[in-house]
T-cell receptor, first 115, second 111 residues
Framework: DSGVTQTPKHLITATGQRVTLRCSPRSGDLSVYWYQQSLDQGLQFLIQYYNGEERAKGNILERFSAQQFPDLHSELNLSSLELGDSALYFC??????????????FGPGTRLTVL | QKEVEQDPGPLSVPEGAIVSLNCTYSNSAFQYFMWYRQYSRKGPELLMYTYSSGNKEDGRFTAQVDKSSKYISLFIRDSQPSDSATYLCATKGTAGNKLTFGGGTRVLVKP
């Protein structure tokens, strides 16, 4: 158990809908990262928050947004869902915001299925 | 072309054999290298973390980095059926913490 928690475990929804994925980092970690894992694209970095502020952005679609709250938990919002958004979404956390030796610990993921 | 390439496998070996995994990368800015293990329907779990060329050993696992060839390897000695999983290599540069992953190699260790 990495100490990173994600809810829900599974989510099934329809095209055009909006969903929210939630992540709680390990105790003491200030950074939260979101990754998307699909069969064709592999594991891809979406976005990082550090202590409430956006720190880095990857291949995140404009339909997707995230935020980190004062208690450090984070939410990833996915809107206008398409079939291609079906994937595993992982949250990871680390202590620092950009320290190169920082280790990222991954949560168990949320499996999103868009029908 | 992807920045980090990894053979998808599957790689099937008998129990007790040495598992050899590797990745190549194209971006010279990558300076830190990791290997994650991912069991089916679970999150990636960090196995090894290296930042210099050479070998790093931890129990049955040895990570090898050759920055001149942009080549990283993971060796698993005395493999066990419980080692059956997908192994992902990951890299990052010195600026920021974004990880770039290889596609993963599926390993099957047969009893």
């Amino acid at each position: 158990d990495s100490g990173v928690t994600q809810t829900p475990k599974h989510l099934i929804t329809a095209t055009g809908q909006r969903v929210t994925l939630r992540c709680s980092p390990r105790s003491g970690d200030l950074s939260v990262y979101w990754y998307q894992q699909s069969l064709d694209q592999g594991l891809q970095f979406l976005i990082q928050y550090y202590n409430g502020e956006e720190r880095a952005k990857g291949n995140i679609l404009e339909r997707f947004s995230a935020q980190q709250f004062p208690d450090l938990h984070s939410e990833l919002n996915l809107s206008s869902l398409e079939l291609g958004d079906s994937a595993l979404y992982f949250c990871a956390s680390s202590v620092g915001g950009g320290v190169s030796t920082d280790t990222q610990y991954f949560g168990p993921g949320t499996r999103l299925t868009v029908l | 072309q992807k920045e980090v390439e990894q053979d998808p496998g599957p790689l099937s070996v008998p129990e007790g054999a040495i598992v050899s995994l590797n990745c190549t990368y194209s971006n010279s800015a990558f300076q830190y290298f990791m290997w994650y293990r991912q069991y089916s329907r679970k999150g990636p779990e960090l196995l090894m973390y290296t930042y210099s060329s050479g070998n790093k050993e931890d129990g049955r696992f040895t990570a090898q980095v050759d920055k001149s060839s942009k080549y990283i390897s993971l060796f698993i000695r005395d493999s066990q059926p419980s080692d059956s999983a997908t192994y992902l290599c990951a890299t990052k540069g010195t600026a920021g913490n974004k990880l770039t992953f290889g596609g993963g190699t599926r390993v099957l260790v047969k009893p």
